[in-house]
């Protein structure tokens, strides 16, 4: 059984920054893909950023030149660094990653349970 584990969510005021990690855990043979979406109540679920194993990084146009995904493939971890914060930022982060499991052969997405950002004053 694949995991995912978010930590770093708080209160932040704007401006401040914080720091989102993703832990993938189990038997895991190769992660194609880590992103990190975001939703609140009423809204839908949007992608934040996406970091794929061919080295490409994508962002939403609300984040772009605010936010940084970065990975450690050693550790099978994906970070969100989130700095200039918005209240409008204020959601539920989830993190996804596609994943192949031993011994399968099979690709299969994987969501954690998510970490709260609150931005406020």
């Known amino acids: 059984q694949v995991q995912l584990v978010e930590s770093g969510g708080a209160l932040a005021q704007p401006g401040g920054s914080l720091r989102l990690s993703c832990a993938a855990s189990?038997?895991?043979?190769?992660?194609?893909?880590m992103a990190w979406y975001r939703q609140g109540p009423g809204i839908q679920r949007k992608l934040v950023a996406l970091s794929t194993s061919d080295s490409r990084i994508s962002y939403a146009d609300s984040v772009k030149g605010r936010f940084t995904i970065s990975r450690d493939s050693a550790k099978n971890m994906v970070y969100l660094q989130m700095d200039s914060l918005k209240p409008e930022d204020t959601a539920v982060y989830l993190c996804?990653?596609?994943?192949?499991?031993?011994?399968?052969?099979?690709?299969?997405?994987?969501w954690g349970k998510g970490t709260l950002v609150t931005v406020s004053s």
């Open positions: 189990g038997s895991i043979s190769s992660i194609s893909a």
């Open positions: 996804y990653a596609q994943i192949k499991a031993t011994p399968s052969s099979a690709w299969v997405s994987v």
